[in-house]
């Protein structure tokens, strides 16, 4: 369930990014690598949906709810998941790295402005750590325990 909620937010996202995002990939392509910091800590160039327009969203352009609801689904996905099976405190850390992309996405919907670090780690690491990492982690308990 979690690796299934996961591939659907890494579609999501890359959906997003290939039309309305297409200026972080671009802000990505651009960054000088002998010195990437002044760029990695400039302001995103990521427009995220404002909570106006996702509240017109449903009736009028139901495409522009695929980030949001994939980015809901698997942090949903995964908090279910470890408080059903998780054994110790350190799973919720995994559920917490899930969370990280609704929080942005909260971010960018009032306005908050995010250096471009913060959305590469928000939008694209920390998912991948937190359900990436979830999964890696069962599947070697599940193997193990075989």
């Known amino acids: 369930m979690t690796l299934v909620a996961l591939v659907g937010y890494l579609a999501g996202l890359g959906r997003y990014l290939t039309g309305e995002g297409a200026a972080l990939v ?6 000088d690598t002998s010195a990437p910091t002044p760029a990695l800590l400039a302001a995103s160039p990521l427009s995220l949906p404002s909570i106006a327009t996702l509240q017109t969203a449903a009736s009028s352009a139901p495409t ?11 942090a949903v996905s995964l908090v279910v998941v470890v ?31 995010r250096p471009l670090v913060v959305d590469v780690a928000g939008l694209v690491i920390f998912p991948l750590l937190g359900a990436g990492g979830f999964t ?5 308990y599940l193997f193990a325990t075989r």
């Open 26 to 31: 671009s802000a990505l392509a651009a960054i």
């Open 64 to 74: 522009t709810l695929v980030l949001p609801g994939a980015a809901l689904v698997l």
């Open 83 to 113: 408080a059903r099976f998780g054994h110790s405190w350190t799973t919720w850390l995994y559920a917490l790295a899930a969370i990280v992309p609704l929080a942005i996405l909260a971010a960018g919907a009032v306005g908050v402005s």
């Open 136 to 140: 890696v982690d069962v599947g070697r």
